[in-house]
């Protein structure tokens, strides 16, 4: 074992030499306990003089890790930690070459419920947001929603303070999930649980500055893409109101200019989104049944909502150019799903084409329970000042 170790040491990184000494540590003669050892000092040797900075070697390693991984495929409850290992180190190199999709298989096939070998909860946790990460690269949503949900089995940081208590590994990983969750939300269009996610992900001082301020600006993003309503309306407030959107550079000029008008229900015009237009990525901008793009549809309801704060009372036809969608019935379509999800307040008038808008009855509602509570509460402030005068004078000068 000790001449086969120096062996190991001082091979070269060609192909031939790395068989000839994988085959001798797989000959049927060598015994079991042996053969793992073997392996084990050949799969380190080789990764540790294999330079990745080298197309040849990573060329060769790529042939290397396929050919071990080959060749144990039969024995594989045997070889489970030298497999682990080669998977893990083969997933490294494919990942480099920036291939997402055989990345994650190679992954996959690490073993994970093994009644042979004990596996923590943080390998495993690691390799799940991992194989997510890269199926979103691979723009493979389904699949990472299967592995997504592996991983939220494993999660055991999920607030401040069990996070802040967690190891950093546990940590890094916990805000990989986390961002896995908004990608996957973002992906999925569900674009009012992204923004709300990538908004949380933005205040974590565990990520770096930059990594917060992209956060932000998917944060954004995804806001002003939401359906139009009143928790969009809500989270447009808490952002609208974040200093970092105003002193942020990026976020200043492009968006911020848009978010105003969102946030302010004004009538967004197509030529006021055209730079914003550009920062969105492609799923952002595909195509939905009725040919209309999302950031078309957020635009169109997002008018919707605004004419709803103008007019009481306007025809499908006016609505229809306000929108600038192309006919009446369209215009309809839009506000009839709007107020069927309620999401806009209104009734509408198939015979006379018109669509009667009840704007702030919701808001009115809202503000007459918090009025109410807020005497409540000035009503039991008198009666204790009354009752305990010294009490509350100490009080207001601590």
């Known amino acids: 074992m000790d001449t086969f170790q120096i062996r190991c040491e001082r091979m070269t990184l060609d192909f031939e030499s790395a068989q000839v ?24 040797a080789f990764h540790k003089g294999c ?18 991984l080959e060749r144990l495929s039969t024995r594989q409850v045997a070889f489970e930690d030298s497999i682990s290992s080669i998977r893990l180190h083969l997933a490294d190199l494919l990942e480099m070459n920036e291939d997402w999709g055989e990345a994650a298989k190679v992954l996959m096939g690490v073993p994970l419920d093994s009644g042979h070998r004990q596996i923590e909860n943080v390998f495993k946790l690691s390799i799940y947001v991992r194989i997510v990460r890269l199926l979103l690269e691979e723009d493979d949503s389904v699949a990472a929603e299967s592995y997504l949900n592996r ?15 967690a ?30 996610k990538y908004l949380s992900l933005s205040y974590l001082m565990l990520m770096a500055e930059s990594e917060r301020v992209v956060c932000l ?28 959107v105003r002193e942020n550079a990026e976020l200043s000029t492009v968006f911020y ?16 989104i055209d730079g914003f237009r550009e920062t969105l990525k492609p ?45 009446a019935y369209a215009a309809e379509m839009v506000v009839s799903r709007m107020i069927g999800e309620g999401r806009v307040e209104g009734q509408i008038d198939q015979i006379e084409g ?21 005497e409540q509460v000035d009503v039991l402030v008198d009666e204790v000042m009354k009752r305990n005068p010294a009490w509350v004078k100490d009080q207001m000068v601590a």
């Not at 991983?151 to 208590?165: E, G, H, N, V, Y």
């Not at 989270?235 to 970092?244: F, H, N, S, V």
């Not at 018109?354 to 807020?374: K, N, Q, S, T």
């Open 51 to 68: 330079d990745t900075s080298n197309s040849a070697h990573v060329d060769t390693a790529l042939r290397v890790w396929a050919l071990a």
């Open 217 to 244: 600006v998917q944060a954004v993003t995804c806001a002003i893409l939401a359906p139009a309503g009143p928790q969009r309306s809500r989270l447009l407030a808490t952002l609208y109101k974040d200093d970092r």
């Open 257 to 272: 200019p848009i978010l105003e008008k969102v946030y302010l229900d004004r009538i967004l015009r197509t030529s006021e």
């Open 151 to 165: 991983a939220s089995l494993l999660i055991s940081a999920t607030d401040a303070a069990s996070l802040a208590s």
């Open 283 to 327: 799923h952002q901008l595909a195509k939905l049944s009725d040919g209309t793009t999302v950031l078309d549809r957020a635009v169109i309801e997002h008018n919707v909502l605004a004419a709803s704060k103008i007019y009481t009372t306007i025809r499908f036809t006016e609505l229809g150019s306000l929108l600038g969608v192309t006919d």
């Open 354 to 374: 018109l669509v009667y808008f009840y704007e702030g009855r919701g808001e009115d509602l809202l503000a007459a329970g918090i009025r109410g509570v807020c």
């Open 167 to 196: 190891s950093q590994q546990e940590q890094l990983l916990t805000v990989q999930f986390r961002a896995s969750q908004a990608r996957l939300f973002d992906f999925k269009r569900s674009f009012l649980q992204a923004a709300q």
């Open 21 to 44: 000494l994988l085959n001798e540590a797989l000959d049927e003669a060598v015994g079991l306990v042996a053969a793992r050892a073997a392996v084990a000092l050949f799969v380190s």
